[in-house]
């Protein structure tokens, strides 16, 4: 091995090095965000469905506490999270309404000089008229 190889393979592993890092860092932040992204389309699932199962006086909040519970449950990437749940009435029918935003957790990846991004999710469930909740 010449001293010119020896520079050049030092070289490319100079310029190697930190492009694998971005690279790495990146797959990361993707991780995150799909994570992020079916922990807050479960949560709004689960939040509907239980409003739709309760009774009328009661069902923000049960909505609201199950997908809070299914959030942590499910160990989102979320740094801060939204929930609302809304009652609706539409041609005769009851449905709620729920809608969870999260802040997606981007600490330690600072290398790629990202702003806070956020997800959200809608769902709905009708409420079954035969059960006269």
Do not use: H
């Not at 694998?20 to 995150?32: D, E």
């Not at 689960?46 to 959030?71: C, H």
């Not at 999260?102 to 059960?131: F, H, K, M, W």
């Amino acid at each position: 091995m010449t001293l010119n190889q020896r520079g050049s393979i030092t070289i490319e592993t100079l310029l190697l090095v930190p492009a694998m890092f971005i690279f790495g860092t990146f797959v990361i932040y993707v991780g995150r965000m799909t994570d992020a992204t079916l922990t807050v389309r479960r949560a709004a699932d689960v939040a509907a469905r239980v409003a739709s199962e309760s009774n009328s006086q009661i069902a923000a909040s049960r909505g609201t506490r199950i997908a809070r519970q299914e959030m942590s449950l499910l160990k989102s990437g979320c740094d801060s999270s939204d929930i609302d749940v809304r009652r609706v009435f539409l041609n005769e029918q009851t449905t709620y309404e729920v809608r969870v935003q999260c802040t997606i957790n981007i600490r330690g990846l600072g290398l790629l000089a990202i702003a806070p991004r956020s997800v959200s999710a809608e769902s709905s469930e009708i409420v079954d008229q035969y059960t006269s909740r």
